[in-house]
């Protein structure tokens, strides 16, 4: 099982970022994709999750609005999109498969996303 991220965004404030996570090895819409953030000194957030098989999201309440997580099922890809951004914001971007509604299994190896005029 791999999950691998796009790479490093350095944003301006008020722009919008989108983050990609391609799934290899496993059915894609066997498991639900979380996104988890994880900002400098800070602890995980959860932002929400995806069902790659019918695309059915859920996003935790502080992003609702500002957050959108979108699937390829032709190339096993999930994305997640942020807008608004403000430098509270910076922080690295994790996607993680999860097997059921309270466990991930696999990460991908983190997005840094930087927020800076």
């Known amino acids: 099982v791999q999950l691998v991220q796009s790479g490093a965004e350095l944003r301006n404030p008020g722009a919008s970022v989108k983050v990609s996570c391609k799934a290899s090895g496993y059915t894609f819409t066997e498991y639900y994709i979380d996104w988890v953030r994880q900002a400098p000194g800070q602890g995980l957030e959860w932002m929400g999750r995806i069902d790659p098989e019918d695309g059915h999201t859920k996003y935790a309440q502080k992003f609702q609005g500002r957050v959108t997580f979108t699937q390829d099922t032709s190339t096993n890809t999930v994305y997640a999109e942020l807008s608004s951004l403000r430098s509270e914001d910076t922080a690295v971007y994790y996607c993680?498969?999860?097997?059921?509604?309270?466990?991930?299994?696999?990460w991908g190896q983190g997005t840094q996303v930087t927020v800076s005029s």
């Open positions: 993680a498969r999860s097997p059921g509604p309270t466990r991930v299994d696999y």
